[in-house]
């Protein structure tokens, strides 16, 4: 494989982003529609944004001593596209 063809790939896999860390968001679909919030945390290589209190999911926690863990059930933020949120203010 040439050089232009693996410089062509390496684009091809990564994914650019409007959306950044800390950035005021409006979600555009799903049940969260309409919400603003902060983002928390961006993965650009899956395209994928968590937001503060928006998609929340149910996560298990099993106990674990020697960690000093609780077990119990928590709700966290899991991750959306980020073509559902659109910018609204950046920082």
Sequence with gaps: MGLKALEKNKL??????????????????????GKKSRVIEVDHSTGKARVEGICLVTHHLKPNPTRGVKGGVLEREAFIPVSKLKAIKST
């Design 12 to 33: 091809a896999t990564s994914k650019v982003s409007h959306i950044k860390k800390n950035d005021w968001v409006l979600i555009l679909s799903g049940k969260d529609k």
